[in-house]
């Protein structure tokens, strides 16, 4: 059965980081396709931040590029979400999903019903 639990969100100030994990199981997830989203307040939800399975391409929506980065621990089955001098405009829950495929990580973005399996989510609040 796929699983994936987010964690690592919680409430920061302005300038500050968090790294959200995103645990695997069900399945190998270097072979897969890994995307972030969130979703804020009163807002549609939005891709932040993806990548190609066996260590492809990545993307990052123009909003959190330079300050969010996405990594794999292959052997943890983990893939984490390093965001670096948060705005409060990076406020909402923030989710991991699983693609269908391994190339679901494209250089415009990607794209939600590519992707089959979510987590739960991960609250990230970010305030003064």
């Known amino acids: 059965q796929v699983q994936l639990v987010e964690s690592g969100g919680g409430l920061v100030e302005p300038g500050g980081s968090l790294r959200l994990s995103c645990a695997a199981s069900g399945f190998t997830s270097r072979l897969y396709s890994i995307g972030w989203f969130r979703r804020a307040p009163g807002k549609n939800r939005e891709g932040v931040s993806c990548?190609?399975?066996?260590?492809?391409?990545?993307y990052y929506t123009r909003s959190v590029k330079g300050r969010f980065s996405i990594s794999r621990d292959n052997v943890k089955n983990t893939v984490f979400l390093q965001m670096n001098s948060l705005k409060p405009e990076d406020t909402g829950v923030y989710y991991c999903?699983?693609?269908?495929?391994?190339?679901?990580?494209?250089?415009?973005?990607?794209?939600?019903?590519?992707?089959?399996?979510w987590g739960q989510g991960t609250q990230v609040t970010v305030s003064s």
């Open positions: 999903a699983k693609a269908d495929s391994g190339y679901g990580c494209y250089e415009w973005g990607f794209r939600p019903d590519e992707y089959d399996d």
């Open positions: 990548s190609n399975g066996g260590g492809g391409s990545t």
